[in-house]
């Protein structure tokens, strides 16, 4: 690796916006990669580091470059849950059907975790699949629900799934549908919402 791409690939893990700009214009390549295949963009947005993807986005990064995890810099947004990150990588027009590891899209991951901001922006911002069904057969809604702790965070962001018009009957692999779930695992408020909207 060419000691400039080195200095670059450095500089967007630290967060380093001039030390990021100055590589780039030293001739570095906005798409060198790392010994795991991150790129500079992907560094950058998997510790938010919003000013240095800017610089990175303007130089015509590539927000779907994938490395040996299959995550991207678009992909990571769903897992840092950064909105301000989401914003940054739009304008470089990132494609939402990208997979991560687990065959989800970003929203899916953001509603595991109870990102109520990012589940907000994306699905307001974008034209992201809302029912898109991952590897292990789930949706954003069945993630919410089954990987979430029924608690305030997960029901605000079943009601903006189901806004968006997520499908309350798409079931799991198992046939078990979300509200079936939320029933097992006793989260009423969540029934109640799933209930409402079937």
């Excluded at 080195?6 to 380093?16: C, E, M, N, S, T």
């Excluded at 001739?27 to 990669?33: I, K």
């Excluded at 897992?79 to 027009?93: D, N």
Aim: net charge negative.
């Amino acid at each position: 690796m060419h000691d400039r791409d080195r200095r670059l690939l450095d500089a967007a893990r630290r967060g380093a916006a001039d030390d990021v700009r100055a590589a780039l214009d030293a001739g570095a390549s906005v798409e060198a990669r790392d010994e795991e295949l991150r790129s500079p963009l992907l560094l950058a947005a998997l510790d938010d580091h919003v000013e240095a993807a800017r610089v990175l986005v303007a130089a015509g990064a590539d927000p779907n470059a994938q490395d040996q995890r299959h995550d991207s810099a678009w992909l990571v947004t769903g897992v840092t849950g950064s909105v301000a990150m989401m914003r940054t990588l739009l304008p470089a027009k990132p494609d939402l059907t990208l997979r991560n590891r687990f065959g989800g899209v970003s929203v899916i991951p953001a509603s595991e975790r109870g990102h109520v901001a990012y589940v907000r922006a994306v699905l307001q911002e974008t034209d992201i699949d809302v029912d898109h069904v991952n590897d292990l057969g789930w949706t954003a809604l069945l993630e919410a629900v089954i990987l979430g702790d029924g608690g305030r965070p997960h029901q605000e962001i079943v009601e903006l799934l189901l806004a968006a018009g997520a499908r309350t009957d798409l079931a799991d692999a198992d046939g078990v549908t979300a509200l079936e779930h939320a029933e097992r695992r006793g989260f009423d408020a969540l029934a109640a919402l799933l209930r409402a909207a079937a």
